[in-house]
């Protein structure tokens, strides 16, 4: 008596799991941002950080170009200045505090090539540039959390 299988017809591939999951920045960046100007205060700058629980954003010109970026080390450059020069806060502008030559990434890049520009350049946050336009900003927790959710999807 012969004996019969019940799994049924088998696929011709040859077993290969499909990578469909999200690999790229454009996935994981963060795309609503807190932007500053070159003329605000350092102060409101500050105040921003604590409201929104951020530690740095883009800075904007008037029409919208990224020219630079500012975070908390560039605040505590500012603070450690006032009080030795026992100046107040108030009245220093982002533009004199800001990092000019800002290092941005493509909205395609993948989150791995992204986590190797972390490493190599030692940044907290990167923007996000698609055509020479800021469409988001990504950082090291974002890249952290895409590879714990690819890690769930893919890397058993």
Known sequence: MAIKSFQGARSKESGK????AP???EDYMT?????????????????AFAKHHISGGPVMDKN?????????????KQISESRYFNQPILDKSVE??????????PHDMSI????????????????VMKNDILVGQISRKDIVIAA?????????
């Open 17 to 20: 799991k499909e990578f469909n």
């Open 23 to 25: 690999i790229l920045v």
């Open 31 to 47: 795309k609503k941002l807190i932007t500053f100007s070159p003329e605000q205060s350092i102060l409101e700058v500050m105040e």
């Open 64 to 76: 919208g170009f990224l020219v630079g970026i500012i975070s908390e080390a560039d605040c505590m």
């Open 96 to 105: 004199k505090y800001m990092t000019k030559n800002v290092q941005t990434i």
């Open 112 to 127: 791995f090539d992204a986590a190797g520009v972390f490493d190599k350049h030692n940044r907290r946050r990167l923007p």
């Open 148 to 156: 714990l959710k690819l890690n769930a999807q893919n890397w058993k």
